[in-house]
Structure formats: C-alpha cells, structure tokens
C-alpha cells in the first residue's frame, strides 16, 4: 500500500511534458490572437468614442497576386491636426486587384468622414468601427482556440492532481 502511495503523489513525466506542451501552446495562441485582434479590440473600442470629421486621401497599392486599399486620413481638435490611417483592404488572389479598385472607387479623395476617436489620447483613431465578417469570423475562432486551451489545461491538471 505504501508503494502506491508514493507511485501517486509523483506525477510521471509524460504527463507533465503534455502539461508543459499544453501551456506552451496557450501561451503562444494568447501571443498570436492578441496581436490578431488589436484592430479588433479598437473597433470595439471605438464604438463609444466622440467623433470629428475627417477628410480622407484613398491609396490603391497592388502587387503580384495581392493587393491593398490604405485610407489615410486627419482631423482637427481645438486647432490641432490629427492624423490618422486604416487598412480598408488586404487581399490576396486572382481577384484581389480587382475587389481593391472596387474598394478605392467607393471612396474618393477629399471625402469627409467621421473619425471615432479616444478622448484621452486623440491621435489614437479609427475611420471605420464596424465589424467585417472575416473579423467575426476571426474573433470567434480566436475565443474558441483560447477557452479550448484553458479547457485542456484545466482537465491536465485536474488529471495530475487526481494521482492517476
């Protein structure tokens, strides 16, 4: 009897190496989902912000098989000039030049729009807050893999704890 007892109170290694592995993984999808979603969070931010008007300059850049579609943008506070830029578009493949001219002709130079800003820190500002679908698409996933993670980890502690 004393021999298991000793067997259960020291955890084999295979299982703490999974442990160790689980964590390593958490800590490198947390990396990777906070560094993806931080114009994410921003949008979300935002939406709760005062906002000015802002006349806005379209850049159109295209590459190979992709292309982008960059609004840069200012706006004045009590006579100070912000500004600003925000991705619009980011595509790859056969019709990513294609979605960006479509893009950029939506906008046109000198347009005004209205800048969402952060009250405390107004150099910090975004043109559009709404959230696209890939952005949901890509929230969800995020907190899927993350509570998934923290579900592995709890249940290989849950494990190591147990003695078994």
Not at 78 to 94: N, T
Request: glycine share 6%.
């Amino acid at each position: 009897p004393s021999a298991n007892w000793c067997r259960r109170s020291v955890p084999s290694r295979p299982p703490m190496l999974l442990l160790a592995a689980e964590i390593g993984v958490f800590v490198l999808l947390l990396f990777f989902t906070s560094t993806f979603t931080q114009e994410i969070r921003l949008k979300i931010a935002s939406r709760r912000w005062p906002h000015a008007p802002a006349q806005i300059e379209v850049y159109l850049g295209e590459a190979d098989a992709q292309a982008d579609v960059l609004l840069h943008y200012s706006f004045e506070l009590d006579g100070q000039r912000f500004d600003g830029r925000q991705l619009v578009f980011d595509g790859r493949g056969a019709d990513a030049k294609t979605q960006a001219q479509d893009i950029a002709a939506y906008y046109s130079q000198g347009q005004l729009m209205a800048a969402y800003y952060d009250p405390s820190q107004p150099d910090r500002s975004i043109l559009i807050n709404e959230l696209t679908l890939e952005e949901s698409i890509r929230l969800g996933i995020s907190l899927f893999l993350l509570s998934s993670g923290l579900i592995a980890i709890g249940t290989q502690v849950a494990f190591l704890l147990s003695g078994r």
